[in-house]
């Protein structure tokens, strides 16, 4: 198994632009999402998925999309990158609802930045 | 409005020596807390967990404790060894809901 799997693993974008952040997993988890690390900020929800077709929001969806057209593939695009949005990018998949044996397994991150 | 806080950004402790990690919480419908453990240019891996029914939930060296009344989680490591060295974030799932809440980390270093 790869576990969680990101790419690239370092972007640069100038303001403006848009790109995908790719995510997979190989552990036929339904559950996946998007986190940013900021410095002092922690780990903040972006978008995530309970299941192919069915996506939410979290605390800081603004600026990105996602969709979930398969189990194992969870793109996160930003439709017109900002320099606010340099950060690094974690996705992350479980079997379900976040528990002692569901746990969350992290994919290694992204780290994008805008000028 | 960060209802997960971890007020120390870092911590220096002794190999050997015991190793307390502190978060509190603001929102009383969290029923579960997990403890992630991060090392650089790496995705966080789950250390260790408690149900909002226990006070405390033991794994080897880590131990996690739980007090409701004060919403506060402390996580104990002992002995502390250098490859404990790393950041510590602890969370909170909100009853029900398929959401994590993060707090800002500690930076936790191990020295010889």
């Known amino acids: 198994n790869a576990g969680v799997t990101q790419t690239p693993k370092f972007q640069v974008l100038k303001t403006g632009q848009s790109m995908t952040l790719q995510c997979a997993q190989d552990?036929?988890?339904?559950?996946m999402s998007w986190y940013r690390q900021d410095p002092g900020m922690g780990l903040r929800l972006i978008h995530y998925?309970?299941?192919?077709?069915?996506?939410d929001q979290g605390e800081v969806p603004n600026g990105y999309n996602v969709s979930r057209s398969t189990t194992e593939d969870f793109p996160l695009r930003l439709l017109s990158a900002a320099p606010s949005q340099t950060s690094v990018y974690f996705c992350?998949?479980?079997?379900?609802?976040?528990?002692?044996?569901?746990?969350?397994?992290f994919g290694p991150g992204t780290r994008l930045t805008v000028l | 409005d960060q209802q997960v806080k971890q007020n120390s950004p870092s911590l220096s402790v002794q190999e050997g020596r015991i190793s307390i990690l502190n978060c509190d919480y603001t929102n009383s419908m969290f029923d579960y807390f997990l403890w992630y453990k991060k090392y650089p240019a790496e995705g966080p891996t789950f250390l260790i967990s408690i149900s909002s029914i226990k006070d405390k939930n033991e794994d080897g060296r880590f131990t996690v404790f739980l007090n409701k009344s004060a919403k506060h989680l402390s996580l104990h490591i002992v002995p502390s060894q250098p490859g404990d060295s790393a950041v510590y974030f602890c969370?909170?799932?909100?009853?029900?809901?398929?959401?994590?809440?993060f707090g800002q980390g500690t930076r936790l270093t191990i020295n010889p």
């Open positions: 992350a998949s479980s079997r379900g609802l976040v528990t002692r044996t569901d746990t969350q397994y």
């Open positions: 998925s309970v299941g192919a077709g069915i996506t």
């Open positions: 969370a909170a799932r909100v009853q029900g809901a398929q959401k994590l809440v």
């Open positions: 552990m036929n988890h339904e559950y």
